[in-house]
């Protein structure tokens, strides 16, 4: 299962033993089913879901074309996920899905987009510690030192090794969160608290999904909350 939100901010929140943990508001849905494939069809069985309505002349003409199909006005985001053969028929174009769906969940997984830094040195990207600040040392503290030769991986020749970690842009990446908790789901606001920070900045557009992997102690957790 998979939801698009926004990313709101961060607060505090106390939990019933008094705890104040840090939370992220996250505005799930709500989503509209735009697209149901089958293996039929497509080839293979998955669900596309739209979020954010955005105006007309924002969208494409076959965007709101195929939008309209399922009842929705033009939309801004469009994600699709794989389901089974089995799970196929629970959706239907032009449903729509809302927070509710974790409201059991103990834990998701929350991807988007990192802040981007610009361009940044080997200390800030990379965290390496710089030279020594003693006497003695030359005036470029904060550089990467040397980076040698490395053709084909060698050590050898005119290029760089592959991978060598250098300045460059920082951020602005694809970043999963794994397992982050659900605090507290509101459906009726399509709110949704996760515990700690997600990607991106406020505002930022987030994929909200079922973990794919769990710690055996959560996978305890995820399944008593799904039972109760």
Known sequence: ?????????MTRFFNEEGVNMPVTIVKVGPCVVTQV??????GYAAVQVAFGETKP????????????KAGAAPMRFHRE???????????????TLTAEVFAKFAFVDVSGVSKGKGFQGVMKRHNFAGF???HGVERK???????GGGSANLGTGPKLKKGKRMSGHMG???????????VKVMPEENLMLVKGPVP????????????SRLYKSKARKQREALKG
């Open 141 to 147: 503290h904060r550089s990467g030192g040397s980076i």
């Open 172 to 182: 602005a990446e694809r970043v999963t969160c794994r397992s982050v908790g659900v």
């Open 200 to 211: 991106g900045p406020n505002g930022q557009m987030l994929e909200l999904r079922t973990p």
């Open 1 to 9: 299962m998979l939801l698009l939100g926004e990313k709101i901010g």
């Open 37 to 42: 494939k089958s293996a039929e069809t497509d």
């Open 81 to 95: 996920f794989r389901v089974t053969d089995e799970e196929l028929g629970e959706f239907e174009v032009g449903q």
């Open 132 to 134: 020594e600040a003693s």
């Open 57 to 68: 002349r924002r969208s494409t003409r076959p965007m709101i074309g195929h939008d309209a």
